[in-house]
């Protein structure tokens, strides 16, 4: 047995049983792929892959229940090197981050001036998605940090900290009669709206505020970022509804905010690292940059000692007291 037959499976499974993209992300051959699967069937004495013919149509009910075991064995791989690094260079390696755009654009910027100042010799690569994208890339290992305010809490493998909490802003242009009135979501039901896609920056407590109040929206336009949204309300096409920290009073100069926390709610944005992954030192300076409440000792203490066993809950006490820090 070894790690290319793990990874093989792993890919295969990745890329939807198809073994010419599974080659393609490990820089091999669609044979070599076939092979090494099939040596690690052999030595197991079980198929992991149903076929037709030799196309790989799903996995087994052994592969079913051996490929969680295949995912700990090569994220162990992943650790051994990674604390190998931590004495080798300490100071020194990547750190990728995956976070919505929003994040990205408007809440990251001090954190990583801070880390770049502190760290001039880790590289850093940031990425950005949609919140269940940040998720995946998480998943994946593909991301070491995932920053987003939907989904991360919805998978059993990641562990998401509260960060910040945050409300929503309706914006429009200087002079728009909704200004000048009762902030209602029956007024601001009546105009054209332009706020995030479905899955993106707190729309889901949008759509539950309007439905709550029997109303049905009119969404005008739909958008995955802040700037794309107040671009189109810069051009009189609709009221835009933006996550408070996206509107800056300095740059939006065509624009006017009033805060719409009493009409939405408050939005908790979340740092989510994957359960049982090994973190370098520079990933826990990374994460009390962005968020100070979230020290090393805080965050290991929500990891906690058994915080590798898939699907268990973070330690009520760390969740609490994060929780109650993240209020303020």
Not at 39 to 57: H, Q, S, Y
Not at 313 to 322: D, G, I, K, T
Request: proline fraction near 5%; include cysteine.
């Amino acid at each position: 047995m070894n790690f290319q037959q793990l990874r093989s499976v792993r890919e295969a499974v990745r890329c939807g049983f198809n073994l010419t993209e599974a080659a393609h992300a490990l820089h091999t051959s669609q044979p070599g792929v076939s092979r090494q699967i099939r040596e690690l069937e052999d030595e197991l004495g079980v198929a992991l892959f149903a076929r037709v013919g030799k196309r790989l149509t799903g996995l087994t009910a052994p592969g079913d229940h051996l490929l969680p075991i295949i995912e700990r064995m090569l994220l162990e791989s992943h650790n051994l090197r990674q604390a190998g690094l931590e004495f080798l260079a300490q100071d020194e390696g990547l750190l990728s981050i995956a976070a919505t755009h929003s994040q990205a654009r408007y809440a990251l910027p001090v954190a990583v001036q801070e880390f770049r100042g502190n760290f001039p010799n880790v590289q850093l690569h940031l990425r950005q998605g949609s919140p269940k994208q940040v998720a995946q890339m998480l998943l994946d290992g593909e991301a070491d940090v995932g920053i987003a305010t939907e989904a991360l809490s919805d998978y059993p493998q990641l562990v998401a900290l509260p960060s910040f909490r945050w409300t929503h802003s309706i914006i429009a242009p200087p002079g728009h009669p909704f200004l000048d009135g009762p902030l209602t979501l029956e007024r601001l039901a009546a105009y054209p709206l332009v706020t995030y896609d479905s899955g993106f920056t707190g729309r889901t407590r949008i759509d539950k505020a309007f439905a709550a109040a029997g109303l049905k929206p009119n969404l005008a336009i739909t958008a995955m970022d802040a700037d794309v949204i107040k671009t189109y309300v810069e051009l009189g096409l609709g009221i835009g509804i933006v996550a408070g920290i996206a509107f800056e009073t300095e740059r939006d100069t065509r624009l006017r905010a009033v805060d719409a926390g009493r009409l939405f709610g408050i939005n908790l944005t979340k740092v989510a690292v994957r359960r049982g992954s090994y973190l370098r030192a520079y990933v826990y300076a990374f994460i009390e940059a962005f968020s100070p409440t979230l020290s090393r000792a805080a965050v290991e203490e929500a990891l906690g000692t058994r915080a590798a066993d898939e699907g268990e809950a973070v330690p009520a006490s760390a969740m609490e007291q994060l929780l109650a820090h993240a209020q303020h």
